[in-house]
């Protein structure tokens, strides 16, 4: 079946630490996304990729990096640098960005991360 | 700035009722996409419906219309004959063409409880 893979589901991490979330995609989409989930709180844009080897910060992309080596794959790295890690983290894709003007925005099931 | 507002944290509807799902947003443009997303206990996020900005007519999806307001700058989703799986998260957000932002920005979401 044709989807967006996240994984872990559920990560702990301690401080200081660095972590990596996975984010793999069989739908043949140019564009990925990552966007940060916290209570009380919409979605916000961390990075963006319209194409392989090249990705765009969003609106908080402080404290966290990204790679885009493969069109299936866009990994995000949560550094050290990042004050308050501790949310819920949504990959998305779409076929292109201007598809994303559309909505159609293809969401995996998340990553929820604990900074203990 | 743009921002959505969603003022009603929770909702909660009898079944086989209906039920309006506020949104507001503020934005200086006069081209844009609104979105509802849908986003259930599995956490996945899907999109329910989409309202272009220059369309005066409402859209509609099957249960699920809306009610778009641009001079009030409001977008309310209203859910007909509600089923338990509508039980969710409810994310409004928009999309703005001409900045060209390559970003939703979201609102803060209405979790919708089914009553059986």
């Known amino acids: 079946d044709g989807g967006i893979t996240q994984s872990p589901k559920y990560l702990f991490r301690k401080e200081g630490q660095n972590v990596t979330l996975s984010c793999e995609q069989n739908?043949?989409?140019?564009?990925m996304y990552w966007y940060r989930q916290d209570p009380g709180q919409g979605l916000r844009l961390i990075y963006y990729?319209?194409?392989?080897?090249?990705?765009q910060k969003g609106d908080i992309a402080e404290g966290y990096s990204v790679s885009r080596e493969k069109k299936e794959s866009f990994p995000l790295t949560v550094t050290s640098a990042q004050k308050n890690p501790t949310a819920f983290y949504l990959c998305?894709?779409?076929?292109?960005?201007?598809?994303?003007?559309?909505?159609?925005?293809?969401f995996g099931e998340g990553s929820r991360l604990t900074v203990l | 700035a743009q921002t959505v507002t969603q003022s009603q944290p929770e909702m909660s509807v009898q079944e086989a009722e209906t039920v309006t799902l506020s949104c507001t947003y503020d934005t200086s443009e006069s081209d844009y996409y609104l979105f509802w997303y849908k986003q259930p206990p599995s956490r996945q996020m899907i999109l329910v419906i989409r309202?272009?900005?220059?369309?005066?007519q409402n859209a509609t999806e099957n249960r699920f219309s809306v009610n778009f307001q641009k001079a009030a700058k409001s977008f309310s989703l209203k859910i007909s004959d509600s089923q338990l799986g509508d039980a969710a998260m409810y994310f409004c957000?928009?999309?703005?063409?001409?900045?060209?932002?390559?970003?939703?920005?979201f609102g803060t979401g209405t979790r919708l409880t089914v009553i059986p």
């Open positions: 309202q272009e900005a220059y369309k005066q």
């Open positions: 990729s319209q194409i392989v080897n090249d990705f």
């Open positions: 739908l043949n989409h140019d564009a």
């Open positions: 957000a928009y999309y703005p063409l001409q900045t060209g932002a390559n970003n939703l920005f």
């Open positions: 998305a894709s779409s076929i292109d960005v201007l598809a994303a003007n559309t909505g159609e925005l293809f």
